[in-house]
């Protein structure tokens, strides 16, 4: 199988890292949003953060209720408005590139664990929530 390689020149891309969002949450948002248009993509995270629409959940989905007109899923507000924000500078980053931001697509959204840091409390400790996102968008032909 070839590779299928993308110049530079026609794609613009964007990395994150810390954000204070669950890893979960941004694993489902990603998949959902993944080979779909910028525009669009924008569009339907507004709509997450306005509770009009719902990120179907495939894989973190147990002992969640369905939402109308689709299975299981949830309104991750605070990741959306993250990640909502990273679109956005996205575009902005593929505007100064010279590429047409009507006609991007997000080619790769990846969202991983990031580092690991402890809320410490009276009686007990817990991980912090991290996670690094990397989000690359090319120009359709």
């Known amino acids: ?14 990395r ?4 204070d969002i669950s ?3 941004a694993v489902e948002i990603s998949h959902h949003l993944r080979y779909r248009n910028l525009n669009k993509a924008k569009k339907i995270l507004s709509d997450v953060i306005l509770q ?3 990120v179907p959940f495939r894989r973190y989905n147990r ?4 939402k109308p ?7 991750p507000i605070k990741a959306s408005k993250v990640i909502l924000k990273l679109l956005e500078q996205l575009e902005a980053n593929s505007e100064f590139k010279g ?5 991007l697509i997000i080619s790769k959204i990846v969202a991983n664990v990031g580092s690991t840091s402890w809320h410490f409390g009276r009686k007990r400790r817990r991980r912090a929530k991290k996670t690094n996102l990397e989000i690359f968008a090319m120009e359709k032909k």
Not at 16 to 19: G, H, R, S, T
Not at 69 to 75: E, F, H, I
Not at 99 to 103: E, I, M, P, V
């Open 23 to 25: 890893t979960k949450f």
């Open 52 to 54: 009009k629409q719902a």
């Open 69 to 75: 007109g689709q299975a299981s899923g949830r309104y």
């Open 99 to 103: 590429l047409d931001t009507n006609n």
């Open 63 to 66: 002992d969640l209720g369905h």
């Open 16 to 19: 994150a890292f810390d954000l």
């Open 1 to 14: 199988m070839k590779k299928q390689t993308i110049s530079d020149e026609h794609q613009a891309h964007i």
